[in-house]
């Protein structure tokens, strides 16, 4: 079972829509959650983290977490074609900063 | 700031030739520093991690080998490149919060 799991897409969403990315990990002791965002041949870049239960909100993105359910999702609202990337869900564990990967999801907004 | 640079953007290299890439970090001290590599296609995968000058951890048997000569270096090498060590090198530091990435390097082995 992989460690972190992330639907591959690619995933279409009308531009001005609601672009929904969800993440899955399998271990139970995972503390943090990252998401990135990496456009074709550049590197990753962080868009938001997020610790707690619960919404976190910060412009038009908004990080949800679900610990009981392992579970992590970003959702991109009033999408622009600029988002147009490939996602990463990253995620490590309590007292250990390294970050184990998905394989991305590739997000296209069609204008 | 911090800023973190990495060197050289590009590489084409004969198999079996050698191999040098550099990362540097500014603004900051003692950073633990990371290697990454991204197949065409595929996720990241950590090849070495250090937590301070000469500490290396080696997370993927391969070809490949990592060293810190200084607080704020991190250079990636092989003797002798294989076809499969093409991909996309990243470097990367752990701040308050996640990593921050260098622009990484694409390798190219013909």
């Known amino acids: 079972q992989k460690e972190v799991e992330q639907n591959s897409g690619p995933l279409s969403v009308p531009e001005g829509a609601i672009a929904s990315l969800n993440c899955t990990y399998s271990d139970r002791g995972s503390q943090s959650f990252f998401w990135y965002r990496q456009y074709s041949g550049k590197s990753p870049e962080l868009i938001m983290f997020i610790y707690s239960n619960g919404d976190k909100e910060d412009g038009r993105f908004t990080a949800q977490l679900n610990k009981a359910s392992q579970y992590v999702s970003l959702l991109i609202r009033d999408s622009q074609p600029s988002d147009s990337a490939t996602y990463l869900c990253a995620v490590n564990m309590f007292g250990n900063e390294k970050l184990t990967f998905g394989t991305g999801t590739r997000l296209t907004i069609i204008p | 700031s911090q800023t973190i640079h990495q060197w050289p953007a590009t590489l084409v290299q004969p198999v079996g030739s050698p191999l040098s890439l550099e990362c540097t970090v500014e603004?900051?001290?003692?950073?633990?520093l990371y290697w990454y590599r991204q197949a065409a296609g595929r996720g990241l995968q950590l090849l070495f991690y250090?937590?301070?000058?000469?500490?290396i951890s080696s997370e993927v048997p391969q070809n490949l080998s990592a060293s810190r000569p200084q607080d704020r270096q991190f250079i990636l090498s092989s003797k002798k490149l294989l076809l499969s060590d093409s991909g996309f090198y990243l470097c990367?530091?752990?701040?308050?919060?996640?990593?921050?990435f260098g622009s990484g390097t694409r390798l190219t082995v013909v």
């Open positions: 990367a530091w752990t701040g308050m919060y996640g990593y921050t």
């Open positions: 603004g900051t001290s003692n950073p633990n």
């Open positions: 250090s937590v301070g000058i000469g500490q």
